[in-house]
């Protein structure tokens, strides 16, 4: 029997240990990790290049609430909604990343606090989607509020 694809789908606060939570479940348990602030970025210079800037990296979260998250600002002064634009480019980010083999995979990033309830009704159609916060190094399951360790959530939709 195939196992179900896992999507991972890690959020929190800076400095939290969301990349730390990547790191240890790609190195101690083979997931694939997808950085959500590095496809914002991409996302803004492949889509947005008028909105894009060498130093974005620095300013992920400022530059997407204070110009891409304001939907009738986008509106009024592109003509597009962006937000919708955003969620979409990361949603087919992490369909075009299972589509190549990941059987697990851990979606982190701050930007996701504005996209998990898309992301989660979009991608639990077709894979087992988990939602976790981070909160000073410890982890959440959002559907059951219990702080979990790292072994639980590598077992996840086994």
């Not at 997931?31 to 996302?43: G, I, K, M, N, P």
């Not at 077709?126 to 000073?136: C, L, N, P």
């Not at 190094?137 to 077992?155: D, E, F, G, H, P």
Request: hydrophobic share 45%; proline share 1%; with cysteine.
């Amino acid at each position: 029997m195939a196992t179900a694809r896992l999507v991972l789908l890690v959020r929190g606060n800076s400095g939290q240990g969301k990349s730390w939570l990547a790191e240890k479940l790609l190195s101690d348990y083979a997931f694939r990790v997808l950085s959500v602030d590095t496809c914002y970025v991409e996302f803004v210079e492949t889509q947005v290049p008028a909105l894009f800037f060498p130093a974005m990296k620095k300013y992920i979260k400022a530059h997407y609430d204070y110009l891409l998250s304001k939907v009738s600002y986008s509106k009024k002064k592109f003509g597009r909604d962006f937000t919708n634009e955003w969620r979409e480019y990361l949603l087919e980010r992490i369909i075009t990343k299972l589509k190549l083999g990941a059987v697990q995979l851990v979606v982190e990033g701050y930007l996701l606090y504005d996209c998990s309830f898309f992301l989660r009704q979009r991608l639990s159609k077709r894979f087992f989607v988990q939602e976790i916060i981070v909160e000073k190094r410890k982890y959440r399951l959002i559907s059951k509020r219990n702080v979990v360790s790292i072994k639980q959530i590598a077992a996840l939709g086994f």
